[in-house]
C-alpha cells in the first residue's frame, strides 16, 4: 500500500528559487494537508484542502502556494524560497472530514534554502 | 483559541521505567478529538491513539496506557516498561471544528530518550 507518496525526499535550493513538492495518495481521501516541521515548534499548518479544486490556508501560508486538481494529488509550490523556510514538510490525507480519523502521513521532505 | 501544550521538551529514562508525556490542550468546542503520534529516528509519523472528548475512558494498549481528564483538559501518554525502541519524539494533536473544517493543532513534542 502506498498511502501518501511525497517526493522529492530531499532537497536544496538557493534564495530565490522556485520549486513543487510533491504529494500523492491513493486512499481516495478528501482531506489533504501540508504542514511544515521547525525544532521546538512542532508540525504547522501550512495549507490544506476539502476536495478537489477547494483550499484554504492554515497558520504560516505566507510564500506558499497550493492547488487540488485531483482527489489524489496536493502539491506545494515555494514561489521565491528564502532560508526561514528551511524546514521538513510533510503532507498528510485522512477521509472525509470528520475529523476522528486519524491523518496518514508521507514520509516528509527535508529542504534545505541556501 | 485553541491551543496544545506539551510542557517536557526532552524526557530521559533508563530502560525498563515507567515515563508519562504530559498533554495539556485549550479549545471552547465542546466536541473535539485528542491524538498521540510517534516520530521515531527515522522520521515518519506514526498514529498512536484517538480519543474523542465524549469518551473519557482510559486506553490501554500493551505498555502503552492514557489517561484523559476532560476536567484538567489533559491527555497524558504513559510507556510502562520503557524499551530503546521508545526513544522517539511525541506529538500530541488537538482537533476541533474551525471555520467549518475540523483542523489538527499539535503541540510541540516531547523527545523521549530511553538508554539502555
Known amino acids: 500500500n502506498a498511502g501518501v507518496t511525497q517526493t522529492p525526499k530531499f532537497q536544496v535550493l538557493k534564495t530565490g528559487q522556485s520549486m513543487t513538492l510533491q504529494c500523492a495518495q491513493d486512499?481516495?481521501?478528501?482531506?489533504m494537508s501540508w504542514y511544515r516541521q521547525d525544532p521546538g515548534m512542532g508540525l504547522r499548518l501550512i495549507h490544506y484542502?476539502?476536495?478537489?479544486?477547494?483550499?484554504d490556508q492554515g497558520e504560516v501560508p505566507n510564500g506558499y502556494n497550493v492547488s487540488r486538481s485531483t482527489t489524489e494529488d496536493f502539491p506545494l509550490r515555494l514561489l521565491s524560497a528564502a532560508p526561514s523556510q528551511t524546514s521538513v514538510y510533510f503532507c498528510?490525507?485522512?477521509?472525509?472530514?470528520?475529523?476522528?480519523?486519524?491523518?496518514?502521513f508521507g514520509d516528509g521532505t527535508r529542504l534545505s534554502i541556501l | 483559541a485553541q491551543k496544545v501544550t506539551q510542557a517536557q521538551t526532552e524526557i530521559s529514562v533508563v530502560e525498563k521505567e515507567d515515563v508519562t508525556l504530559d498533554c495539556v490542550y485549550e479549545t471552547r468546542d465542546t466536541t473535539y478529538y485528542l491524538f498521540w503520534y510517534k516520530q521515531p529516528p527515522s522520521g515518519e509519523l506514526v498514529f498512536l491513539i484517538r480519543?474523542?472528548?465524549?469518551?473519557?475512558q482510559n486506553e490501554i494498549s500493551g505498555r502503552y496506557s492514557w489517561n484523559f481528564q476532560k476536567s484538567t483538559s489533559s491527555f497524558n501518554f504513559t510507556i510502562t516498561a520503557s524499551q530503546v525502541v521508545d526513544s522517539a519524539v511525541y506529538f500530541c494533536a488537538l482537533s476541533s471544528l474551525s471555520s467549518g473544517t475540523y483542523k489538527y493543532i499539535f503541540g510541540t513534542g516531547t523527545r523521549l530518550k530511553v538508554l539502555a
Open positions: 480519543r474523542n472528548s465524549f469518551d473519557e
Open positions: 486512499m481516495n481521501h478528501e482531506y
Open positions: 484542502s476539502v476536495g478537489a479544486g477547494i483550499t
Open positions: 498528510a490525507s485522512r477521509s472525509g472530514l470528520n475529523s476522528n480519523q486519524p491523518q496518514h
